[in-house]
C-alpha cells in the first residue's frame, strides 16, 4: 500500500521561529496604521493569531518588536538588492544606478514615522537609548558586511571602510524620508534623490577602474532622478 511522505517536522526552534515571524508581520501593520504609542500588544497579538503572552515571551517590550520589524524591513531590502543588481567593476555609475533604483522602489515611508518615534524614545529614556544603540550598530556591521560581500567581493575597491559607507548611505536615506514624509507636493521628488545620492556616493567612495572615475561616466545631474 503506497503512503504519502510524512510532512516536515516542527522543531520547537522551527516553531519558535514561525512565531516571531508572525508576529513582526503583523506587527507591522498594526504599526503602520496606528503608530508606535497607539498600537496595543493585544492588537498586534490578535492579528498574528496568539496571545498577548507569546508577545512577551518572544520580544521583551513593543519597543524591541518595532526594531524587528525594521529589521525585517532591511532584510528584505537588502535580499532585493542583491539579486536584481549586478556587480560589475568596469560600469561602477550602472551599480549605483541599479541600487539607488532599488532602494528608491522599496523605501516604505510608514516606517519614518515609527522610526522618528523609537528615536524620540530613547533620547528620553537612557535604557532604550542603550538597546537603539546597539541595534544601529547590529544594523550598520550587517549593512558593512553586505557591502563587503556585494561590491567589495566582486572587485570593486573602496575609498572609506564598508561601514563608514553604509553608514552615510543609511543617515542620508533616513534625513531625505523625513522630508519626503512631512512634504506631499516634494515627496516624489525627495524619493528621486535616493538615486541620485548613491551615484554621488559611489562616485566618492569606489575606486575607479583603469584609471576611470565613476562620476566621470556621466553627469548625474543632468538626468532627472526617477528617470533612469
Known amino acids: 500500500m503506497m503512503r504519502g ?3 516536515e517536522k516542527l522543531t520547537p526552534e522551527r516553531r519558535r521561529q514561525m512565531t516571531r515571524d508572525a508576529l513582526v508581520e503583523a506587527a507591522a501593520e498594526v504599526f503602520a496604521k496606528k503608530g508606535v504609542t497607539g ?16 508577545i512577551y515571551s518572544n520580544f521583551g517590550s ?61 533620547l528620553r529614556n537612557p535604557a532604550a537609548r542603550r ?22 567581493g566582486q572587485g570593486i575597491r573602496l575609498r572609506i571602510p564598508p561601514r563608514d559607507m553604509g553608514d552615510i548611505g543609511r543617515a542620508a536615506i533616513q534625513g531625505l524620508l523625513q522630508y519626503a514624509a512631512t512634504d506631499e507636493e516634494g515627496a ?4 528621486g534623490l535616493v538615486e541620485t545620492l548613491f551615484v554621488l ?28
Open 5 to 7: 511522505m510524512p510532512g
Open 39 to 54: 498600537a496595543s500588544m493585544e492588537e498586534i497579538a490578535a492579528e498574528a493569531g496568539f496571545t498577548r503572552g507569546a
Open 188 to 191: 516624489e521628488r525627495y524619493q
Open 62 to 122: 513593543k519597543e524591541e518588536l518595532l526594531l524587528a520589524v525594521m529589521d525585517r524591513f532591511i532584510a528584505h531590502q537588502l535580499a532585493e538588492f542583491a539579486e536584481e543588481v549586478v556587480v560589475a567593476s568596469e560600469d561602477l555609475l550602472g551599480v549605483a544606478q541599479s541600487a539607488g533604483a532599488v532602494f528608491k522602489r522599496t523605501l516604505s515611508l510608514e516606517l519614518m514615522p515609527l522610526e522618528l518615534e523609537l528615536r524620540l524614545n530613547a
Open 131 to 152: 538597546r537603539l544603540a546597539e541595534a544601529d550598530r547590529r544594523t550598520g556591521e550587517i549593512v558593512a558586511h553586505f557591502i563587503e560581500d556585494q561590491i567589495v
Open 201 to 228: 556616493l559611489a562616485g566618492a567612495a569606489f575606486e575607479p577602474a583603469e584609471g576611470k572615475d565613476p562620476a566621470d561616466q556621466e553627469d548625474p545631474s543632468s538626468t532627472p532622478p526617477g528617470s533612469r
